[in-house]
């Protein structure tokens, strides 16, 4: 296990759904991410926190919320999703505002609407 | 606009085989470059990582160099495994924003 840690793995819900992936990380870093990698495309940025504060939307839908409540953890909420938005979600993290140091990667959570 | 080509999509060779990945992007201004490697289903695993002031990196049967000026990249793979069968990732760090652009992956299958 990575020292970025994803729940659920696996996750089915329907479109009239609420629910939430959760990331936590234990590596001391201050910027997390969310990423969204779907069949046959590139992995896409969808969100960035540096110290809690949201410093990036990359033009996601509103029915995809995030939260940070501390440095370590990370949340998406999720609501009224369509089978389109079935992917896998991936969170990373880095020392914030050292890019240098690269990124490190969870495990992800399978996503599958119906 | 940061974009980043990986070459081949995929790619098939006999177990013992040396080989290389390649991976271009259009813009050499880049604070680093990460290669990744992503079992099935998985999430992403570190590789290396090279600074922009570097030319290449090592790791055990894996190095990969690094051209900013060009806009390359290459992984190298000696003596490649089964083991070693997953999708490789290359991504960028543009300067001036906190994200990894990625490529769209090769898919290797080392077969006994």
């Known amino acids: 296990e990575t020292g970025v840690t994803q729940t659920p793995r696996h996750l089915v819900m329907g479109m009239t759904n609420k629910k939430s992936l959760k990331c936590e990380q234990h590596l001391g870093h201050n910027a997390m991410y969310w990423y969204k990698q779907s069949a046959k495309k590139p992995l896409e940025l969808m969100f960035v926190?540096?110290?809690?504060?949201?410093?990036e939307n990359n033009s996601v839908p509103s029915r995809f919320s995030p939260e940070c409540p501390n440095s370590s953890h990370l949340f998406l909420h999720l609501h009224t999703l369509q089978p389109e938005d079935s992917a896998l979600y991936l969170c990373?993290?880095?020392?914030?505002?050292?890019?240098?140091?690269?990124?490190?990667f969870g495990s992800g959570t399978r996503l599958t609407v119906v | 606009k940061q974009e980043v080509t990986q070459i081949p999509a995929a790619l098939s060779v006999p177990e013992g085989e040396n080989l290389v990945l390649n991976c271009s992007f259009t813009?050499?201004?880049?604070?680093?470059l990460q290669w990744f490697r992503q079992d099935p289903g998985k999430g992403l695993t570190s590789l290396l990582l090279i600074q922009s002031s570097q030319r290449e990196q090592t790791s055990g049967r894996l190095n990969a160099s690094l051209d900013k000026s060009s806009g390359r990249s290459t992984l190298y793979i000696a003596a490649s495994q089964p083991g070693d069968s997953a999708t490789y990732l290359c991504?960028?760090?543009?300067?001036?924003?906190?994200?990894?652009?990625f490529g769209q992956g090769t898919r290797l299958t080392i077969n006994p």
């Open positions: 990373a993290s880095s020392p914030g505002g050292r890019v240098d140091y690269g990124y490190t």
């Open positions: 926190y540096n110290f809690k504060e949201q410093t």
């Open positions: 813009d050499s201004a880049i604070y680093n």
């Open positions: 991504a960028v760090i543009i300067q001036g924003a906190q994200k990894l652009v």
